[in-house]
């Protein structure tokens, strides 16, 4: 059993900043890459960040600049800095993670239940 619980989320002013946290527990072998998904109502889910286990990170193109991926590998946690926010940000933010656990062979994705972030004036 693998949880990803995500925190951090809430309501900002455009141009404010906000911090999510994403925690991975449960039976984890490796974890391969930890990454930032985001969901808008009425649009598909898509990337925000990602970051691998060798620190190399991509960004949508719409964040670059402004969000920045780091991960504590010990602690088994991805974090996500977003800075000068728009109200096009406004979105549930998911954390994911490809990962392996103790009783598979397998890499597959994990997803936390996601968290709100809202940037309205």
């Known amino acids: 059993q693998v949880q990803l619980v995500e925190s951090g989320g809430g309501l900002v002013q455009p141009g404010g900043s906000l911090r999510l946290s994403c925690v991975a527990s449960g039976s984890i072998f490796s974890i391969y890459a930890m990454g930032w998904y985001r969901q808008a109502p009425g649009k598909q889910r898509e990337l925000v960040a990602v970051i691998t286990n060798g620190g190399m990170t991509n960004y949508a193109d719409s964040v670059k600049g402004r969000f920045t991926i780091s991960r504590d590998k010990a602690k088994n946690t991805v974090y996500l800095q977003m800075t000068s926010l728009k109200p096009e940000d406004t979105a549930v933010y998911y954390c994911?993670?490809?990962?392996?656990?103790?009783?598979?062979?397998?890499?597959?994705?994990?997803w936390g239940q996601g968290t709100q972030v809202t940037v309205s004036s």
């Open positions: 994911n993670a490809n990962l392996r656990t103790r009783s598979s062979t397998t890499i597959g994705d994990y």
